[in-house]
């Protein structure tokens, strides 16, 4: 993560900073459990890199238009990507702005909501533990979202991880939307789960979708079965369960890119393989993405996942202010070995 942080310039473009990420991966990961030949190793979320109003999910093709997008000073840059040893998944999200520094930290509503979702955050993985229920860490993501005028991205969800699985049976969904609250889903949490704590928050009202940007980004849906017709979708669906068994992956992957999309039409028509689109949002609003996974003990939580997070560079105006929130804070969260750095 600290990686594609570095390289976010002034003029670098989103397709250099996704192969990078993707890169760097598969370079750190031929460093570990070397002893292992037949260990599997390799990338569990693409590496995906969303400046201004595009909110997630963009991990462009060589041929597509954003794939030459570039950056400019000031621009709010989200980064998302995973990583899994072994069927074991760990999974970061960061956000930042370009140019800042500790002279010239951000301000204003951007440091507002970067602010807001990376506090969500760190309030979320001490709220996740036995005993806790969902609607607690809803209902308390809420508040400290309004301690700085921001909202939650509505229905964004966070997911229990399984060894090979991305989206676990458990989930969070972090802003229900009205129509469906009452009736939400309500988990309770388990010592020896793990969770991916995915936080999305925006400084204005709104709702994040879809436009006509290519969806690149899929993983294979494990319980679906179908006999595909085209021998391009065999093909490829062939590629997909072998080099990426259920992780999440991107088109620009397979070797050929015309083959590939062609051939995750029918994948996608047949639910084999489940999308995840790009999402934006109003241009006029700023959107700030934290994740990381946590192990969820019976006495404690680890944080198996850091972020490249420096205090010194954001400098927002409001802060929590809610005693029961400075409370749970201030709860201790352990760190393990995995670093997004």
Same mark, same amino acid.
């Given at each position: 993560m600290s990686t594609v942080v570095a390289a976010g310039v002034e003029g670098a473009t989103v397709l250099s900073l996704c192969t990078l990420g993707d890169s760097t991966i598969l370079s750190l990961l031929k460093t570990v459990y070397t002893e292992d030949e037949k260990m599997s190793k390799g990338i569990a979320f693409p590496t995906c890199v969303c400046p201004t109003s595009i909110v997630c999910h963009l991990s462009p093709l060589v041929s597509d238009p954003e794939a030459t997008i570039a950056l400019k000073n000031g621009d709010m840059v989200r980064v998302e990507l995973g990583v899994q040893i072994d069927g074991y998944i760990a999974q970061a999200a960061h956000t930042f702005v370009v140019g800042a520094t500790k002279e010239n930290p951000v301000v204003g509503r951007q440091a507002d909501v970067i602010q807001a979702a990376?506090?969500?955050?760190?309030?979320?993985?001490?709220? &996740?533990?036995? *005993?806790?229920?969902? $609607? #607690?860490?809803?209902?308390?993501?809420?508040? &400290?979202?309004?301690?700085?005028?921001?909202?939650?991205?509505? *229905?964004?969800?966070?997911?229990?991880?399984?060894?090979?699985?991305?989206? *676990?049976?458990?989930?969070?969904?972090?802003?229900?939307?009205?129509?469906? $609250?009452?009736?939400?889903?309500?988990?309770?949490?388990?010592?020896?789960?793990?969770? =991916?704590?995915?936080?999305?928050?925006?400084?204005?009202? *709104?709702?994040? $979708?879809?436009?006509?940007?290519?969806?690149?980004?899929?993983?294979?849906?494990?319980?679906?079965?179908?006999?595909?017709? #085209?021998?391009?979708? $065999?093909?490829?669906? =062939?590629?997909?369960?072998? /080099?990426?068994?259920? #992780?999440?992956?991107?088109?620009?992957?397979?070797?050929?890119?015309?083959?590939?999309?062609?051939?995750?039409?029918?994948?996608?028509?047949? /639910?084999?393989?489940?999308?995840?689109?790009?999402?934006?949002?109003?241009?006029?609003?700023?959107?700030?993405?934290?994740?990381?996974?946590?192990?969820?003990?019976?006495?404690?939580?680890?944080?198996?996942?850091?972020?490249?997070?420096d205090q010194e560079l954001i400098k927002s105006e409001c802060k929590v202010v809610d005693p029961e929130l400075i409370e749970i804070l201030s709860r201790p969260v352990k760190t393990g070995a995995a670093s997004a750095e």
């Open positions: 990376y506090s969500a955050a760190e309030l979320a993985a001490r709220l &996740i533990r036995p *005993g806790n229920d969902s $609607r #607690m860490v809803t209902d308390s993501i809420s508040k &400290i979202a309004k301690e700085f005028n921001c909202t939650a991205v509505e *229905g964004m969800t966070t997911h229990q991880v399984l060894r090979n699985i991305l989206d *676990g049976p458990k989930q969070i969904v972090l802003n229900p939307p009205e129509t469906s $609250r009452k009736n939400a889903s309500n988990v309770v949490f388990e010592a020896g789960e793990v969770y =991916s704590i995915d936080i999305l928050v925006k400084s204005g009202e *709104g709702k994040s $979708r879809p436009l006509d940007t290519r969806t690149t980004v899929f993983k294979r849906s494990p319980n679906q079965t179908y006999q595909l017709k #085209m021998q391009t979708s $065999r093909i490829i669906f =062939s590629e997909i369960r072998r /080099n990426h068994g259920t #992780m999440a992956f991107s088109l620009r992957n397979f070797e050929n890119e015309k083959k590939a999309r062609m051939g995750i039409l029918e994948c996608t028509s047949h /639910n084999l393989v489940t999308p995840y689109p790009v999402l934006h949002e109003k241009n006029d609003i700023d959107n700030a993405h934290f994740m990381f996974t946590v192990l969820v003990l019976e006495s404690e939580q680890i944080q198996t996942v850091t972020l490249p997070w």
